[in-house]
């Protein structure tokens, strides 16, 4: 596929039938909200993606709502909202780390159910439901896609223009037609996902697009037209180290798929094996973006074991 | 208007009250959605917008009128008598806020989620309610958001309503978020004015003797403070705003004086107005060069409806049966054009608030159901009415 026929096919804009397309799509679609310390925004985006969807009746099979190491009532928010609470298996570890995003999403893809999966930051202060509908429209009209991303300004944020989308541009020409390869408001097809290597960090995105494409193919990631995000008062596009974790994350992706060679000046970010009963809790730095659940990778901890089927 | 056992006994009439209560999560979610809209009066297009969206959903159809109001209608028998359902689109707080509502299990929290989103909500939730699950024998119910409701707005939304309402309609219910078991059948006529004195100015010192216009303000507002004001029907004058002056030495050449006059009792007020006439005229007699204005910029009738009403009555039923010990009082709201008008109106609360009209303002979610049942029966009781 072109990258001009990709455009054509697989850029789209959202549209006000697309909330009731979802309904009686014979598809199991399930939300997955990742919180970290977002007692302010998450009860909201509960009641709303419950109670507020266009036409009365939500498409939801469940409600997950992965934690990420929050220290304030963001739990006992999502308990309260009926949503499936999943947490981080080390709380303290997940605390002085800075949100690992990628972790929380592993976590919900091996508790799901759902064949789609509506991925939502909590820290967004609104989620525009004719996008969201129109993320799932697109994964469920075309059995090809696989991971569909919100593209909330035409070369995407701050992140994307001046981080990754050069990168990629760079290492992966086929993507560069990507608007926003790190959107944290994306679709995805959990069966085609599941299979996927991810990073357990902040801005692990932009390595799931590289990985996504790497396996099924340009055609398998699509993209919708969005507004503009409102974030709240913790805004991850904040975050210095993020732009830093997602570079890194994609130069993994791309150097375990062989696309560039190992690059061992990178070699000492990575975190050193240690034994926990040895040293105790160990304080994980924001560089640490690793341990790497990869398939047949012994190298790290896995924290989220794929459904049995 | 039906008692309550009538309206109790017309078929529907549980099946909808509950599907109504089971309905109170989306009306709870509209009305997040709505307050996070800023509608600052003068300005309530988007929200406008949104709440006609919603209405069309909930009932298939929705207009906008030229004033910006959002009116829609449940056809009912026909040969029975209307009514009217409002609540108000204007929030008190503009575009410059970003309003965030936070949302917990027993309360809602952040600006404007009580005055009135809430009221919006059920407004959408009792006309989506009324449609699926219809009452028998109710007459066309008409569903209006209607702007210009606050204090700037001078209800020019109700106001643009005549003289078609009557037409269509003899009986209003306002919803206001504001105060479970509130019973509001009386308008307060209100009174706003803006005095405005021009001096000539000058210095302190050299100029002294010359007319000051601050002063002539004061002197203004003291004369209607020292106005004997009874307490029944309960009266007052308050002066809210003052603007005035240059420099420390200078002597203010204008100076601005808004105030409010409000009487329980039409006869106070316009004995009010009178004085303040009388004293605005007077102010710069003798004075060298000087000039008063006194500008109405609104203007309420006292007027409403006795408590022996058969609207009274029946809310008062039906907020008994709701579980509500019933508060009767009086306020300015879209109720008083209705009143002065001759149709019959009352304006009810439909929830339990704190924290009025600033960025905490708290809802607490429990209430919401008694105010659902009250806010269903009289409508149900109204509509169900013959002539």
Known sequence: MTPEAWLFHRSFRATREDPAKLRGCGLKLGVCVLARNAAATLGRHLLLLQHGWPGGTAPWHEIFVADLGSTDATAEIAREHGAVLSEPADRLVATVESAADGDGLARVLALTESDLLLVVPADLLRVEFGVAASLLAALVQDPCLHLCLSASEPDGGPLAT??????????????????????????????????????????????????CHLRHGIASIGQVRAPSFEWSDRDPRLDPGRSFRSTLALLETLRASGRISTPRELGHLLPQPRDWADDGPRIVTSLEIFPWERRGDASGPRTAAPKPN | ???????????????????????????????????????????????????????????????????????????????????????????????????????????????????????????????????????????????????????????????????????????????????????????????????????????????????????????FSRRLEALPKPGFPRTLYNPADLRSGDAWNSLPSKATLRFELRSDGEEELQRLIREAQLAAAELCRNQTGCRAELVQHGFRHATGLYPDHRLVVGTREAQSWAGLVSRMGASSSDASVCLHYGVAAITIGLANVVGLETHMETLYLESLAAGARQAYAVAVQVAGRSK
Do not use: K
């Open chain 1, 162 to 211: 001046l981080g990754t989308r050069p990168v990629l541009a760079a290492l992966v020409p086929e993507l560069a037609v990507v608007s926003d390869p790190t959107s944290p408001l994306f679709a995805l097809r959990t069966s085609a996902i599941r299979e996927l290597p991810l990073a357990r960090t902040g801005g692990f995105e932009c390595a799931l697009v590289a990985e």
């Open chain 2, 1 to 219: 208007m039906l008692s309550i056992p009538e309206a109790s006994s017309r078929p529907g009439f549980w099946m909808g009250l509950t599907r109504l209560e089971a309905d109170l999560p989306r009306i709870v979610a509209h009305a997040v959605q709505l307050a996070e809209i800023p509608s600052a009066t003068g300005s309530e297009e988007v929200r406008a917008e949104a709440v006609r969206q919603l209405l069309e959903e909930a009932i298939g159809m929705a207009r906008i009128d030229q004033a910006g109001n959002v009116a829609s209608v449940l056809a009912g028998e026909p040969g029975r008598p209307g009514t009217v359902i409002l609540a108000p689109l204007d929030s008190w707080y503009g575009a410059e806020e970003h309003p965030r509502i936070q949302v917990r299990a027993d309360r809602l929290t952040g600006p404007g989620i009580a005055q009135h989103s809430i009221a919006l909500g059920f407004l959408i939730g009792l006309a989506r309610t009324l449609r699926e699950q219809p009452v028998a024998g109710l007459g066309d119910i008409w569903f209006i958001a209607t702007v210009g409701s606050e204090m700037a707005g001078d209800l020019r939304g109700i106001c643009h309503l005549f003289p078609w309402l009557p037409a269509v309609a003899d009986r209003v219910i306002c919803l206001q978020g504001p105060g479970l078991g509130r019973l509001d059948h009386w308008s307060v006529g209100t009174y706003r004015g803006e005095l405005t004195v021009w001096t000539p100015g000058g210095h302190c010192w050299r100029d002294a003797g010359r007319g000051n216009a601050l002063r002539l303000a004061m002197d």
